[in-house]
């Protein structure tokens, strides 16, 4: 189960990458697509590793790992419009739980994958919890909105990804696949190239002291949380590479659950960092969806 606890370490790095995706988005990049095209374009720096033993694809294998990277950029982009507009501990699970119900579509249908009885029952549990964390009531939502049907496009992109990717490592070894599919979300990055609003971000304005201040301070912010992002995808993708790739995705639930107590924490704490609204409603369904995470995950290593 060498697995689990390799996708446990990526979850958890994560749900921190998720918290600051929102700060960064609400204090300092105003556009999703801008955050979409400095969070892709790099990827193609993965090209660097070809010298060091990287395998070349073969035949449609070459379109299979542009699926995988293009739907992950694409899952990225379309996850920072919906955050943009929902409050991330509510949006992060509903995505969550789309891409579970998604993989478990696609992977049974296009790799075969069969899961038993018990973990059928985690799934589900994960499912019912990532749904009940997304419950949002605040001051500019109450029930569903705009930003969830964003959700459930970032949901199926970011299912295609993986369900690809996984067809890649079983293929492939893992540091050939994950350096294909990887360099390959820098598609998405040419495509944010498009949009007036990623072409601004190059032209050179006078500003004042404190907000070149500012700048630096979240351009350091921005590079750690790429940084952690990296780390964190690269343990769930071996993790998927190492066993099943809807197992290791019905996990996300407790990257919920951590992320979930960091906004508690910094919303408690430091409020002018990062807050969000809370009723006691929300909090105790916010609490029960936990509950049912802890116990759906832990029906995986039965």
């Known amino acids: 189960m060498n697995w689990f606890f390799v996708a446990l370490l990526g979850y958890i790095l994560l749900g921190i990458v998720f918290v600051l995706d929102k700060f960064i988005l609400d204090k300092s990049v105003s556009k999703p697509v801008v955050y979409t095209f400095y969070s892709t374009i790099f990827m193609f720096a993965a090209l660097l590793a070809l010298p060091f033993g990287v395998e070349f694809l073969v035949g449609v294998d070459w379109i299979i790992a542009a699926i995988a990277g293009i739907g992950f950029g694409l899952g990225l982009w379309w996850m920072y419009k919906a955050v943009s507009i929902g409050e991330t501990s509510h949006m992060s699970p509903f995505i969550g739980a789309g891409i579970i119900v998604f993989i478990y579509a696609l992977s049974r249908y296009f790799l075969g994958e069969e899961l038993t009885n018990v973990q059928i029952v985690g799934i589900v549990l994960l499912v019912c919890a990532s749904l009940l964390l997304s419950f949002e009531k605040s001051n500019k939502h109450n029930g569903f909105h705009k930003g969830f049907l964003w959700g459930i496009a970032a949901a199926f992109a970011f299912a295609i ?33 498009a949009y007036p609003s990623v072409w ?17 301070h979240v351009v350091g912010i921005v590079a750690s ?69 802890v116990i759906g995950s832990a029906l995986f290593v039965l």
């Open 161 to 193: 990804s993986h369900v690809a990717s996984k067809y890649i490592y079983d293929v492939y070894d893992f540091f050939s696949g994950f350096i294909w599919t990887r360099a390959a979300i820098g598609l998405v990055g040419i495509m944010a190239l």
């Open 200 to 216: 601004k971000t190059f032209q050179k304005k006078k500003k004042e002291k404190s907000k070149v201040y500012a700048k630096r």
């Open 225 to 293: 949380n790429k940084i952690l992002g990296v780390v964190a995808v690269i343990l769930i993708q071996y993790a998927i590479a190492l066993g099943s790739v809807t197992l290791v995705n019905a996990m996300a639930g407790l990257q919920y659950a951590f992320m979930f107590l960091l906004i508690i924490m910094f919303t408690k704490f430091a409020p002018k960092v990062f807050k969000e609204t809370f009723t006691k409603k929300e909090l105790l369904i916010e609490w029960m969806g936990m509950f049912l995470i």
